[in-house]
């Protein structure tokens, strides 16, 4: 009888292996089947898209395939898991073109603030730049962005003022001689200006204030003509507001008038060596109608057919019978006064 326990235990030895490596596989198989037959839920978002996609898959580059969700060589995704599930969110890539101070490029954002785009490429936005486009906005394909680099300056800077010419005709030179008597010479004026430069170029210059620190010196030039009927060396040479007298002074005038001129001496009667103002006849002394001519005035007098040339000459008389547009010429003898006689002149009024 106490051999029956070990025989049964040869026989069923075997068995009993067979029957647990049965087991085993059952649980194995068991165990695999469902991980490798599970579907897997993936919700997927692109841009405002979102929908959910059920598949055996789990890489999320197939997933997107299956689900028809096209990438372009520049867009991307991000994978994360949250409650079971595959939260899958594709990035679009967006041509951004940025002109950044007169250079232009072409960035790729995935959205991002403006100000978050442009501290990734180092660029500057704050200070003395100036950024086209808020720099709190998103992000969008195809955006345009312009950085400037503004400076607004003050300056204060020196110009030439161009000098004038004058040209006086003078019927004592050849025709078409010309002397320049005066070299013209170019003034300055002190200028302040508003100036703004963008990207280093001036875009607008705006003066302020202007000052004069050197005035022009006016060129005169004499042209001979060579003509008249009456050629006189003392004759001077006349232009537009200069005289230029035959010993080479220059006077200015500002304006001209036609007034009929007689001659006086210091002997006719009611005339003595005083003038009205109280200075003493001479040649160049004018008896003037003071309400017309003030006294003072100084004058430049010659007949305009050129016969006589009075010179310079200051209105300090009077006299009852110079009224209006008559002038009385200071001559010292009677022989001279009745050689004027009566003529028209031209009376410069000097400056």
């Known amino acids: 009888m106490s051999a029956l326990p070990t025989l049964g235990s040869q026989r069923n030895g075997p068995l009993a292996r067979v029957i647990a490596i049965a087991i085993l596989l059952v649980f194995l198989v068991s165990g695999v089947a469902p991980t490798a037959f599970a579907r897997n839920t993936y919700v997927i978002t692109d841009g405002d898209e979102t929908r959910t996609y059920t598949t055996y898959t789990t890489d999320p580059a197939q997933v997107l395939d299956q689900a028809g969700v096209e990438l372009g060589a ?13 939260a899958i969110t594709v990035q679009r890539s967006q041509n951004i073109y940025i002109y950044n101070c007169g250079e ?9 603030t403006v100000q978050e785009l442009l ?12 950024v086209s486009v808020p720099l709190d906005e998103m992000t969008h394909d195809g955006m345009e962005i312009r950085v400037d680099f503004v400076v607004h300056s003050r300056q204060t800077y020196t110009v030439d003022l161009p000098y004038e010419t004058t040209v006086c005709y003078d019927p004592n030179l050849p025709e078409g001689e010309e002397h320049i008597l005066i070299p013209g010479v170019n003034g300055q004026m002190q200028k302040t200006a508003d100036v703004v430069y963008i990207n280093k170029e001036e875009i607008s210059h705006n ?15 004499t042209v001979g003509t060579g003509t008249g009927e009456y ?22 005038y500002s304006r001209t008038a036609q007034f009929v001129a007689t001659a006086y001496t210091h002997t006719d009667a009611g005339c003595d060596f005083i003038t009205a103002t109280g200075t003493t006849v001479h040649i160049g002394t004018v008896a003037v109608d003071p309400t017309v001519i003030p006294y003072g005035t100084r004058m430049f007098i010659v007949a305009n057919d ?9 209105a300090e008389d009077c006299g009852g019978a110079i009224k209006n547009n008559r002038l009385d010429l ?8 009745f050689q004027f006689g009566v003529r028209d002149c031209t009376v410069y009024f000097l400056d």
């Not at 004069?212 to 005169?220: A, L, M, R, S, T």
């Not at 200071?330 to 006064?337: K, N």
């Open 74 to 86: 520049e867009d991307t995704y991000t994978a994360v898991p949250l409650d079971g599930e595959t």
């Open 306 to 314: 050129g016969s006589y040339i009075y010179g310079i000459s200051t």
């Open 330 to 337: 200071y001559f010292p003898t009677t022989a001279e006064c």
């Open 207 to 221: 003066v302020v204030e202007e000052t004069v620190i050197q005035e022009p010196v006016k060129q005169i030039v």
């Open 119 to 130: 501290d990734r490429l180092g660029i500057p936005s704050s200070g003395e730049y100036t």
């Open 231 to 252: 050629i006189d060396s003392d004759a001077p040479a006349i232009g537009d507001g200069v005289i230029v007298t035959a010993d080479g002074e220059v006077l200015t």
């Open 104 to 112: 232009a490029s072409k960035e790729i954002s995935y959205g991002e």
